[in-house]
């Protein structure tokens, strides 16, 4: 039996808890419940109706056969598999999952996907560069007070935002973001050419013996800057399967990045446009490379650190500064939902430039503060991809599902799939969001339980071993 808390003490209005009570009262909840639970607790799930049915090719027999008739409200739920936290937190982290998994791969290897373990002696590094300064602004610099004599908490709201936002250069600030994939793109050509020059070889040659690979993900700095988080790793002229060149170590590829990074040739033009100056745009100076270490070295730079430190990035975006993760049709919109007044300049900032640079699309990316590029990206042999780790996942439910069906016994060559699906909405009611947060809260809780046993099993192995 389900209690449902009051609506004065769970905060809910009237017409919510009245939803609430009519979803858990429905005999069709248990069901429902059932649907939700497979989706993860999905936020939005997508609704559909149809049927499929499973045939025998040779002599017709009717194997299985499902429709939506029977399903509440006759929809059939589905997860959203929307990336961002903001929007679904269940779907989120089932894509943070797979994030961890692909640069995990690239790490420490997955025979499961023929990525060698001997991927761990290839030269590979985290590097992170940032965006330059666009003006001082509040900060925490180590036991020294800020700039305006205050030592600012960690959840300080004036964190990142200009000391004086007049003077704060927002247009430069946007245009960063919005170029920001350009930069990466420069900053990757010329490390192939460093890495080639410092070891004698012309990029022909380089191709033939080495090749360099990455994954990255974005994130926004309080300021709204965007900067990178990378593996980079040298490989054979093959992939992370062939050994590098003897030549290639840690310390090359460090040298490389550093030369790679502050080179006249990694920079972005922006033409002058209306009352905007001609601008280049650069890396910042603050750059951070580090190697990456095996697990149980005592380092804190290990591929299960990296890893679950770029996955957690890649549910994210600049809502994490206070902007809205979705589209913004106009100034009042920032008002009428409190954006913070930095934030607000920087997507004005958006507005003001987009005609100014039309090419650029700053004013449909203006809720991305200008960054229009992919938040998480690969080079094509860093490692898996996430099609392939969502089709794995899929294999295995479609195997749970022959397992229930009895079809287990039957080729698949020999079974014929007729179906037929229709949109027909997404998300829940107010009762059924707040019922799917719950279902979603004991998911969550039971895989951090699991995880915690399994870490617990693994230190008592290491332990006995």
């Known amino acids: 039996m389900m209690t449902v808390p009051a609506a004065s003490s769970a905060g809910f209005d009237t ?13 069709s909840f248990d069901r429902w419940r059932e649907q939700i639970h497979r989706t993860g607790g999905c936020s939005h799930p997508i609704h559909l109706q149809g049927w499929t049915l499973t045939r025998d090719k040779t002599t017709g027999e009717t194997l299985h056969r499902y429709s939506t008739d029977t399903e509440p409200d006759a929809r059939l739920r589905i997860a959203c598999g929307n990336r961002r936290a903001s929007r679904c937190p269940a779907c989120a982290w089932t894509y943070a999952g797979d994030t961890y998994h692909l640069i995990r791969a690239g790490l420490a290897g997955d025979n499961a996907r023929d990525i060698p373990t001997t991927v ?3 030269p590979r590094v985290f590097l992170t560069l940032t965006a330059p300064s666009f003006g001082p602004v509040h900060n925490r610099p180590g036991t020294r007070p800020c700039r305006c004599g205050i030592r600012h908490a960690e959840d300080d709201a004036a964190l990142g935002t200009p000391l004086d936002p007049e003077s704060y250069d927002y247009a430069a600030a946007v245009l960063f973001n919005n170029h920001a994939g350009q930069l990466w793109q420069r900053f990757t050509n010329r490390l192939r050419r460093e890495i080639a020059a410092a070891a004698g070889l012309s990029q022909r040659e380089l191709k033939a013996v080495a090749r360099i690979s990455y994954g990255k993900v974005a994130e926004f700095q309080k300021r709204g800057a965007v900067h990178f988080h990378a593996v980079v790793r040298i490989d054979g002229p093959d ?5 590098p060149p003897s030549w290639a170590t840690t310390e090359h590829l460090t040298n490389a990045i550093r030369a790679a990074a502050t080179h006249a040739y990694t920079t972005v033009t922006v033409p002058a446009a209306g009352n905007q100056s001609t601008r280049r745009l650069r890396w910042g100076s603050q750059l951070d490379i580090r190697p990456v270490k095996a697990f149980g070295d005592g380092s804190d730079i290990t591929e299960q650190a990296v890893a679950s430190y770029i996955a957690k990035y890649a549910t994210k975006a600049a809502e994490t500064t206070g902007s809205l993760d979705r589209r913004i049709g106009n100034r009042e919109a920032l008002v009428l939902l409190g954006v913070p007044d930095h934030t607000r300049r920087l997507v004005e900032a ?5 005609p100014l640079y039309p090419d650029r699309r700053l004013l449909a990316w203006a809720h991305m503060l200008g960054f229009r590029g992919h938040f998480s990206t690969k080079s094509r042999q860093y490692s898996t991809t996430l099609s392939e780790l969502r089709q794995t996942r899929a294999d295995y439910r479609a195997a749970q599902e022959r397992t229930a069906r009895g079809l287990d016994d039957i080729e698949p060559d020999t079974v014929l799939v007729l179906t037929s699906w229709t949109y027909a909405g997404q998300g829940h009611s107010p009762g059924e969001a707040v019922l799917a947060a719950s279902i979603a809260r004991d998911i969550q809780l039971n895989r951090e339980t699991a995880r915690e046993a399994l870490r617990d099993q693994l230190a008592l192995e290491g332990a006995t071993a």
Do not use: K, M, Q, Y
Not at 239 to 243: E, L, R, T, V
């Open 239 to 243: 992939g992370p399967d062939s050994p």
């Open 120 to 122: 761990r002696e290839h």
């Open 15 to 27: 017409s919510t808890l009245s939803d609430i009570l009519r979803v858990a009262g429905s005999p």
């Open 350 to 354: 958006c507005f003001d430039l987009d």
